[in-house]
């Protein structure tokens, strides 16, 4: 009997635990947390790390955006990083961004090298970026990656050195290729009292915008009012300072009665007139091409470069990447004859070379250097 009873009180107790049990909620397992290792002797099994966006290399480096926002991630890559020139356009390329409400990263390679940009360019379409600004160390060589970019969908621009029509929607052009001769080459012949020796030190010799650029003066000096300058010698820095700054000096020592040396690139230009100050050569040769006003500054005063020119690549960055915003929400399609509007700059049309122009250059001299602050 007493076992019966036992035998009932049990049961009931069981009963009760069940109705209590059902009205319990259910527990979901953590999705994030993996079952516990088996007791083995065997070493537990560890998490994989989680993904992250790839480390930039020592030659390829990139710097954080300075302004953020929406949804839209673009890139500005320059030729290379630590360049004034490029760094600007960096400084124009943020305040489009913090008006867009977009993100603007700023990557590019330490050295102006095109297989490093591509590297780059591929990495960035793996990203799925929303867009990309490209100034190009050479145009061939980038156009397929360009291609690439374009058919995963994201839209592509080049800006300052153009990307070959296929590779790129749009090219955001700091001036017209012959406006940007033409006055080099006045300048150096105001230098020159119209007559003389004059060489050319350049960025690299892949380089589309200098290459252009070269073309273009050659032409101009076979003009009648320029018969009387001559072009001795055409070297390459590399957009290095220090060769940029050897290359000058060995055409002070090679050609002892050069007058002018023409540098249409930011970092040869303050080279070439540092090697002047250097070699204590203020007066005899002059130095001119194309450079920034804070950098320049120094050797306008001096006498070393007297006078140089320059459109503001502030504004450059600036509109390259209102342009390519316009790409990405669908409000052009970069065809000839399209127009969109960029900020404080205004409207601008593509050209039939499906190109944009940013505007002519400024002359800067001691007499205006000063009102300039990039």
Same mark, same amino acid.
């Given at each position: 009997?007493?076992?019966?009873?036992?035998?009932?009180?049990?049961?009931?107790?069981a009963?009760?635990?069940?109705?209590?049990?059902?009205?319990?909620p259910? /527990?979901?397992? =953590? #999705?994030?947390q993996?079952?516990? &290792?088996? +007791? *083995? $002797? !065997?070493? /537990?099994a560890? =998490? #994989?790390?989680?993904?992250?966006? &790839?480390? +930039? *290399? $020592? !030659?390829?480096?990139?710097?954080e #955006?300075?302004?953020s926002?929406?949804?839209?991630?673009?890139?500005?890559?320059?030729?290379?990083?630590?360049?004034?020139?490029f760094?600007?356009?960096?400084?124009?390329?943020?305040?489009a961004?913090?008006?867009?409400?977009v993100?603007?990263?700023?990557?590019?390679?330490a050295?102006a090298?095109?297989?490093?940009?591509?590297?780059?360019?591929?990495?960035l379409i793996?990203?799925?970026?929303?867009g990309?600004?490209?100034?190009?160390?050479?145009?061939?060589?980038?156009?397929?990656?360009?291609?690439?970019?374009?058919n995963?969908?994201?839209?592509?621009?080049?800006?300052?050195?153009?990307?070959?029509?296929?590779?790129?929607?749009?090219?955001?052009?700091?001036?017209?290729a012959d406006?940007?001769?033409?006055v080099?080459?006045q300048?150096?012949?105001d230098?020159?009292?119209?007559?003389?020796?004059?060489?050319i030190l350049?960025?690299?010799?892949?380089?589309?915008?200098?290459?252009?650029?070269?073309?273009?003066m050659?032409?101009e000096?076979?003009?009648?009012?320029?018969?009387?300058?001559?072009?001795?010698?055409?070297?390459y820095g590399?957009?290095?300072?220090?060769?940029?700054?050897n290359?000058?000096l060995?055409?002070?020592?090679?050609?002892?009665d050069l007058?002018v040396?023409i540098?249409?690139?930011?970092?040869?230009?303050?080279?070439?007139?540092?090697?002047?100050?250097?070699?204590?050569?203020?007066?005899?040769?002059?130095?001119?091409?194309?450079?920034?006003?804070?950098?320049?500054?120094?050797?306008?005063?001096?006498?070393?470069?007297?006078?140089?020119?320059?459109?503001?690549?502030?504004?450059?960055?600036y509109?390259?990447?209102?342009?390519?915003?316009?790409?990405?929400?669908?409000?052009?399609?970069?065809?000839?004859?399209?127009?969109?509007?960029?900020?404080?700059?205004?409207?601008?049309t593509?050209?039939?070379?499906?190109?944009?122009?940013?505007?002519?250059?400024?002359v800067?001299?001691?007499?205006?250097?000063d009102?300039?602050?990039?």
């Amino acid at each position: 009997m007493r076992h019966y009873k036992l035998f009932h009180v049990l049961a009931a107790l069981a009963i009760v635990c069940l109705l209590l049990s059902a009205c319990s909620p259910a /527990a979901t397992p =953590e #999705p994030t947390q993996p079952p516990a &290792p088996p +007791p *083995t $002797e !065997a070493p /537990a099994a560890t =998490e #994989p790390p989680a993904a992250t966006e &790839p480390e +930039p *290399t $020592e !030659a390829m480096e990139a710097t954080e #955006p300075a302004a953020s926002g929406g949804d839209k991630t673009y890139v500005l890559v320059p030729k290379n990083l630590g360049n004034p020139y490029f760094d600007t356009g960096n400084t124009g390329a943020q305040e489009a961004a913090e008006e867009l409400g977009v993100t603007v990263l700023y990557q590019g390679s330490a050295t102006a090298d095109a297989t490093e940009q591509i590297q780059l360019i591929n990495s960035l379409i793996a990203q799925n970026v929303s867009g990309l600004a490209i100034s190009a160390n050479d145009a061939d060589a980038l156009a397929p990656v360009g291609q690439d970019a374009m058919n995963a969908g994201i839209p592509v621009v080049s800006w300052d050195s153009s990307i070959a029509t296929e590779g790129r929607m749009l090219h955001i052009n700091q001036a017209e290729a012959d406006g940007i001769a033409a006055v080099q080459i006045q300048m150096a012949s105001d230098l020159a009292g119209g007559e003389g020796q004059i060489a050319i030190l350049s960025a690299t010799s892949t380089a589309p915008n200098q290459n252009a650029w070269i073309e273009l003066m050659e032409q101009e000096l076979e003009k009648p009012e320029n018969a009387n300058l001559e072009l001795v010698a055409t070297v390459y820095g590399d957009d290095q300072d220090e060769k940029s700054y050897n290359e000058a000096l060995g055409l002070m020592q090679t050609y002892p009665d050069l007058k002018v040396i023409i540098a249409p690139t930011t970092v040869g230009i303050a080279a070439a007139a540092r090697a002047v100050q250097d070699e204590n050569r203020v007066g005899e040769v002059m130095v001119t091409g194309l450079g920034t006003p804070n950098q320049m500054r120094e050797y306008v005063k001096s006498g070393a470069s007297p006078q140089f020119a320059l459109w503001n690549p502030a504004d450059l960055g600036y509109l390259a990447i209102y342009a390519l915003d316009a790409l990405a929400n669908g409000t052009i399609t970069g065809q000839p004859g399209d127009t969109f509007t960029a900020g404080k700059l205004g409207e601008y049309t593509v050209l039939e070379d499906t190109s944009v122009l940013l505007g002519p250059p400024t002359v800067f001299d001691e007499n205006n250097i000063d009102d300039f602050d990039f």
